[in-house]
């Protein structure tokens, strides 16, 4: 009886420890599987990438895989390769499954930007309600978390939306704090780089309210860096 206590002992902690190794592998195969597929994508070779990314999701179904914010970041690669390819309702998915990855993982703050990019899907798809209450909602967390700055950065995401369905004044309140709280602008009021096509946006807000003369001041800003 003794000895059948042994052999039992050896026999489960031997396939714990494989059980172990087993889901070490399978860890870092999917991380190797991820790096192989980012090379590909980073050398303009999309397919090629999101089959590799592909394969990544069927190592995590592997008994043991536990890697779940690695997993996110296989799911954020293959919304890049959706998103370039105007695909939104596969970009949702990928986003959805990004999300609740980082959830899994405990990383809120991902999650959360993360759920931030469902508003181009949904822009694209012409849902402007949707783009409106996803910023309305991310841009509250963001508040809630303490994260005013990219709060009121988030807020810019429905200005259009505002002005297309006519809520000035909600537009322009979204002006005021992301003029005022972003930390995008100088002392000067310009924007930083990369942000230009706020002047656009800018510029359609005041047609709106029918001022023609600044409206043509913010639309020749953006020309100037084109």
Known sequence: MKNLATLLLVFFAANFAISCVRD???NERLKETYYIGLDYLENGDAPIALDYFQQCLEIAKEPGFDDVIQLSKVYSQMWEIYHHQKLPAYELDALNNAMN????GGD???ALWFEKLFIMPYYWMGEKDSVIVI?????????????DSLGNICQENAL?????TGQLDKAKCCIEIYESGSGLFD???DIKDGHEIYYYTKGLYFLAI?????????????????
């Open 108 to 110: 809120s703050i991902l």
């Open 24 to 26: 070490r592998k399978s």
């Open 135 to 147: 910023t309305e909602r991310v841009s509250k967390k963001y508040y809630d978390l303490g994260l």
């Open 187 to 189: 002392e000067n009021g």
């Open 101 to 104: 990855c980082a959830l899994a």
């Open 160 to 164: 259009l939306e505002y002005i297309e």
């Open 210 to 226: 029918e001022e023609i003369d600044p409206a043509e001041i913010y639309f020749h800003r953006l020309m100037k860096y084109k």
